[in-house]
């Protein structure tokens, strides 16, 4: 059987609550690629995610060829603007982002290197993809059904409501991990986890 971290990691990975909830996440590796600007127009986030991808599956079966399979994760991004307020007022030319995807904990640095020359070679992708370890710890977390655009009342009750109630704030980048493919699920139907790091 392959490693699925959805299945591996299901409260996170797999959550019921559409409201906040606590959680405690444990360290994760991760293949990432940096950018900003708006992900539905900007050129390089296209590119990012395409790069991902392709370092992803690269390393997927450079893996399998070894008997260690595993399912490649879903796409997930940290989020971050100078300015809070441009999330809620949903600016998103200013937005920054660190793209994701999860890797198994037994697949290191090395790999990601290795992938690097195959991806350019084979896929004429030449990107910064890097390596990540994540330790975000304690979160607020829920799962959020609906248009990306959507987002802004249940962030909106974890900064104005939630934390206060629990006497926290926010300690770490928001993340968020898409449970589905924009391009054919319809936005009323797409399952988003949202995730803030907390103290």
């Not at 992900?39 to 070894?66: C, D, Q, W």
């Not at 991004?77 to 809070?84: C, K, P, S, T």
């Not at 307020?85 to 994701?100: C, E, G, I, N, Y």
């Amino acid at each position: 059987m392959p490693y699925d971290v959805k299945k591996d990691l299901k409260q996170l990975y797999a959550p019921k609550n559409t409201d906040w909830a606590l959680v405690d996440v444990p360290e994760q590796r991760f293949l990432a690629i940096d950018g900003r600007g708006d992900p539905n127009t900007a050129v390089s986030h296209r590119s990012a995610v395409e790069a991902l991808y392709a370092f992803a599956y690269t390393i997927k079966m450079a893996a399998k060829g070894r008997g260690e399979d595993f399912v490649v994760g879903p796409l997930e991004g940290l989020w971050w603007a100078e300015d809070y307020a441009a999330f809620t007022v949903r600016a998103k030319d200013s937005w920054q982002w660190t793209m994701l995807i999860s890797l198994p904990g037994w697949i290191g640095a090395d790999a990601v290197e290795e992938a690097r020359e195959s991806v350019r070679r084979k896929k004429k992708i030449d990107a910064p993809v890097r390596f990540l370890t994540l330790g975000e710890g304690r979160c607020a977390q829920a799962l959020h059904v609906g248009s990306y655009d959507d987002e802004g009342p249940l962030l909106a009750r974890l900064h104005g409501e939630f934390l206060e109630h629990h006497g926290l704030e926010p300690a770490g980048l928001h993340h968020e991990v898409y449970l589905g493919d924009p391009r054919r699920v319809e936005p009323a139907k797409l399952r988003t986890v949202l995730r803030q790091p907390v103290a």
